[in-house]
């Protein structure tokens, strides 16, 4: 069997990218295999299509994070068009619900309103729209007392779309387009031979290519373990997260997003309107260093007492349509992994960890530009060859994970006596990140997310340790 170009992997972002290699060349034939994984991340994500909902303090710190912003504005800018080209294809309607309310409540540390001040402070920069409410005229918003939001702002650019009824359009889109998708059992061997990738599928069937494109998300590195020659690429970790889809039975229900700012580790408490009287609740955030598929009690219990207490009261008496769990492409650094992985054919899309549904049509425009090698400048710095960047220093990473810890302590109902404010929460997670770094041997500051898994996973460490080693990260 041959094929122009192979997509292993069928979520958001291996078929963005199908989608978009079809539409720019016709003549030639595409493939998607898909091994349908539990624990995907499109599937688990809600979605909402956030960007400056997305912004803390740190996003437009430094240049590495302000490419990444870049990526995420030009998403933002691009939907639209995006959800009209796809819908055009199915003939069939993407649900989308338009507006996004972020809100600050008292259940956090003063990094939330630092990270709140930010966001506001890029949507002036970038002169987007957005307007101050009351957070008492946010519709369906009617948390505990204890959680009244501080403050609140209306984003009427941002808004959300479901998820799975997306994917399944855009997989109508793609096989009108004339996409072949095929799902398989295993991925056998991605295998270099003469000028052409060869790809063994369910232990027999070849599929020769002159470029295949991974997109398999936080399967990534066991992926990319099949090729031969061997490559080598930062390892892709898993970013669990835990979320449920619930069908109201009282109380007037949300009509657009509500969301917290990103926070303690997490991608912000958030509900997401779906049709038929359901709302998506999500969601946690734990680093594995494999995708879980499983959740932990303690997880679904967090996020629905978060969800009953900071969104609405009424939420205690919702039914639980189902529970999902989905794990997100996470980089060592934080930062995607997109583009040429060698010169022979072979290129990634993944690392795109929390907003990788919204970032998808762009990244699947500028990864087809690099396959035409035309300029790609979105992508420039992502590329899955490059080293590991340091978005933080070694400092201000235990700073930030202290403080993490004392937004989580809060939003876990932690309640200092008067006379010792935040300092234990904070000085023991500081200890605990100086700890893992005097482990570690390396003089680099990690992303705290990362620290947080190497909290809990001895053996991560030995891995870092020696994958910063080899790649010549300095040691101290
Ligand atoms: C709980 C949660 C909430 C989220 N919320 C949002 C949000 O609101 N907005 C947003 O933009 N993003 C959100 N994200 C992040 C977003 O979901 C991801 O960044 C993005 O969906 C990643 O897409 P992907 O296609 O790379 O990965 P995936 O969706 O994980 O898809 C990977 C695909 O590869 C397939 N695969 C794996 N291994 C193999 C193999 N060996 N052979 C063939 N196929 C294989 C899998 O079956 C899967 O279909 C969230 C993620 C989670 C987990």
């Known amino acids: 069997m041959n094929y122009d170009y192979v997509i292993v992997g069928g979520g958001a972002i291996g078929l963005a990218i199908a989608y978009r290699l079809k539409k720019s060349h016709e003549e030639r034939s595409v493939l998607v295999l898909n091994s ?243 709302e998506y609740i999500g969601a946690t955030n734990v680093l594995y260093s494999e995708p879980e598929a499983r959740m932990t009690v303690g997880l679904s219990h967090f996020l629905s007492q978060c969800a009953i207490e900071q969104l609405d009261l009424n939420i205690y008496h919702s039914f639980v349509q189902t529970w999902r769990t989905g794990n997100r492409p996470v980089s060592l650094d934080t930062l995607p992994l997109i583009g040429k992985i060698d010169d022979l054919g072979l290129y990634v899309a993944t690392g795109t960890y929390r907003d990788g549904l919204h970032c998808s049509p762009v990244i699947a425009d500028a990864l087809v530009a690099v396959i035409d090698e035309r300029e790609a400048p979105l992508i420039e710095s992502f590329n899955p060859q490059r080293t590991f960047t340091e978005l933080m220093s070694k400092e201000v990473s235990m700073d930030e994970y202290a403080m993490q810890a004392v937004s989580g302590a809060y939003e876990n109902w932690y309640r200092p006596a008067y006379y010792m404010n935040d300092d234990e929460v904070y000085k023991s997670a500081r200890q605990k990140a100086a700890d893992i770094y005097d482990q570690l041997q390396i003089n680099v500051g990690l992303h705290p997310d990362i620290l947080l898994l190497l909290s809990s996973d001895d053996s991560a460490i030995e891995r870092v340790r020696e994958y910063l080693l080899i790649n010549e990260v300095q040691a101290t």
């Open 36 to 278: 349908n994984e539990t624990g995907t991340a499109s599937l688990a994500s809600g979605a909402m299509l956030g960007c400056f909902g997305e912004v803390t303090k740190y996003t437009l710190k430094n240049e590495a994070g302000k490419k990444k912003f870049d990526l995420m504005y030009a998403a933002h800018k691009q939907w639209a068009s995006w959800r009209e080209e796809v819908e055009a294809s199915a003939q069939q309607s993407i649900r989308h619900t338009p507006g996004s309310y972020v809100i600050l409540n008292t259940h956090g540390g003063s990094l939330d309103d630092e990270n709140f001040d930010a966001m506001v402070q890029a949507l002036v920069n970038y002169e987007e729209p957005y307007e101050y409410v009351a957070p008492k005229d946010i519709p369906g918003l009617h948390p505990n007392n204890l959680a009244r939001p501080l403050r609140a702002i209306y984003l009427p650019n941002e808004g959300s779309i479901e998820s799975n009824q997306y994917v399944e359009v855009l997989r109508v889109a793609c096989r009108n387009i004339g996409i072949t998708l095929t799902d398989i059992h295993s991925l056998g061997a991605i295998e270099r031979r003469g000028n052409d990738y060869v790809v063994t599928i369910d232990d027999e069937t070849n599929i020769t290519t002159s470029s295949v494109i991974i997109a398999t998300g936080a399967y990534t590195s066991s992926v990319l373990a099949k090729v031969t020659p061997t490559v080598g690429a930062m390892p892709v970790l898993a970013g669990n997260g835990v979320a449920a889809v619930t069908k109201r039975q009282l109380g007037e229900g949300f009509k657009a997003t509500v969301r917290t700012a990103n926070r303690a580790g997490s991608c912000g408490l958030h509900i997401v309107p779906m049709s038929d009287g359901c």
